[in-house]
C-alpha cells in the first residue's frame, strides 16, 4: 500500500524538492526557485509519485498513517505533537516520514 513519504514542493526549474515540511522545501532550494501558490506543494509517496495534498490525505488515511482524514494534507499531520495534528512520525531525509515506536 502506498504511503506519504516527504512533504514537496514544485519548483520552476522542473526539480521536485523533497523535506520534512514545505518550508523546509524552500529553504534549501536555490533562490527563486520555487513557485508561490499551493498548486505547487504536495507530497511525494514512496512510490516516488508526486501528489496533491487533497490525494495525500486520502493516502496517508487509508495508510493508516493519520488517524482523520482531512480534506489536504499539512506535514504537520505526519510529524506535530499538536493536539490538532496528533502526529505520529519522526522524519529522516532518505528515508521520509518514519513511524514512532508506541
Known amino acids: 500500500m502506498e504511503k506519504i513519504k516527504h512533504a514537496a514542493w514544485k519548483r520552476n526549474d522542473g526539480v521536485v524538492a523533497i523535506a520534512k515540511q514545505h518550508a523546509d522545501c524552500i529553504r534549501k532550494s536555490p533562490p527563486d526557485t520555487c513557485m508561490k ?37 499539512f506535514s504537520e499531520h505526519m510529524w506535530s505533537k499538536h493536539e ?19
Do not use: C, M, W
Not at 495534528?85 to 516520514?97: I, L, S, V
Open 37 to 73: 501558490g499551493s498548486e505547487n506543494q504536495g507530497f511525494v509517496t514512496d512510490t516516488d509519485r508526486y501528489v496533491e495534498r487533497e490525494e495525500a490525505a486520502e493516502i496517508a488515511f487509508k495508510a493508516g498513517q493519520i488517524e482523520k482524514q482531512p480534506r489536504i494534507l
Open 84 to 102: 490538532r495534528f496528533n502526529g505520529k512520525h519522526t522524519y529522516d531525509q532518505e528515508r521520509g516520514y518514519i513511524e514512532e515506536e508506541e
